[in-house]
């Protein structure tokens, strides 16, 4: 097996939505300038970077992060590669044609490639995902949906008025789980993976920074489940 990190580091300055303050560190002691040893602090906002949002962030009363059981955030999953232009949605039949369809219980993980514009300011006007894709989700089983985009709503320069997270509202409203800002999942599309996406248990956080990683079979060898989802005809971007 071979595990693929999906996280993106936590930088001073490091790219954010504008309305979160901007991410600082500070060097509390320092080797080089005498101390025994090197002690540092962050300041970050629980939504910059790769990280997976709580029922919270959205749900008045919702599970908090670190009340969220820590099976819900390793489990089998679909990577499906999808090609959309910013402001496009992503649809379920783009999904489909991107990936095996998650069966029930199945994590889904959405593989745009809009990582590699991470430190660009063309990382903010990116594709979202359909609120009917939100929707067919929740309809599916699929308890946790994965993203590298930095939201899976629509960029912030695209939002009209009352604009209220449709799929924000949708997926965490029903207990689905939601990770931004992964990197790396388009080497993975197509394939099903063992992701493991454990965030930091901050208590009542509306969200959670998350080391998120991919476990995989060596190249060129199958992934559990592919010969199934072969057989069984799905996979071949017709709706289930």
């Known amino acids: 097996m071979t595990l693929v990190d999906l ?4 930088w001073a300055g490091m790219p954010k939505i504008p309305i979160l303050p901007e991410v600082e560190r500070h060097q509390i002691t320092s080797i080089a300038e005498g101390a025994p040893m090197d002690i540092s602090s962050i300041t970050l906002a629980l939504h910059v970077g790769t990280h997976v949002d709580a029922p919270s962030h959205v749900v008045a009363g919702g599970a908090a992060i670190d009340e969220i059981p820590v099976e819900r955030f390793s489990g089998r999953a679909v990577v499906s590669r999808v090609d959309r232009r910013p402001g496009e949605e992503i649809t379920v039949e783009d999904v489909l044609a991107g990936g095996p369809a998650p069966e029930p219980g199945e994590f889904l ?3 745009t490639g809009w990582d590699d514009r991470f430190t660009s300011p063309e990382y903010g006007d990116h594709p979202s995902l359909a609120p009917e894709l939100a929707e067919w989700a929740v309809e599916r089983g699929v308890p946790f949906v994965g993203v590298d985009l930095i ?3 629509l960029p ?3 939002r009209g ?5 449709p799929v924000h509202r949708t997926l965490l409203g029903n207990d689905v789980l939601i990770a931004e800002n992964l990197t790396g999942l388009a080497a993975l599309g197509g394939r099903r993976v063992r992701l493991l996406a454990f965030p930091l248990a901050i208590r009542g956080g509306d969200a959670g920074p998350a080391r998120v990683l991919a476990e995989t079979e060596e190249p ?3 992934e559990p489940g592919t010969a199934e989802t ?3 005809g799905t996979g071949t971007g017709e709706t289930p």
């Open 156 to 158: 912030v320069h695209r």
């Open 109 to 111: 993980l959405v593989a």
């Open 151 to 153: 939201t899976p709503d």
């Open 161 to 165: 008025p009352g604009f209220d997270f």
């Open 220 to 222: 060129g060898t199958e």
């Open 7 to 10: 996280t993106h580091p936590l």
């Open 230 to 232: 072969e057989k069984s």
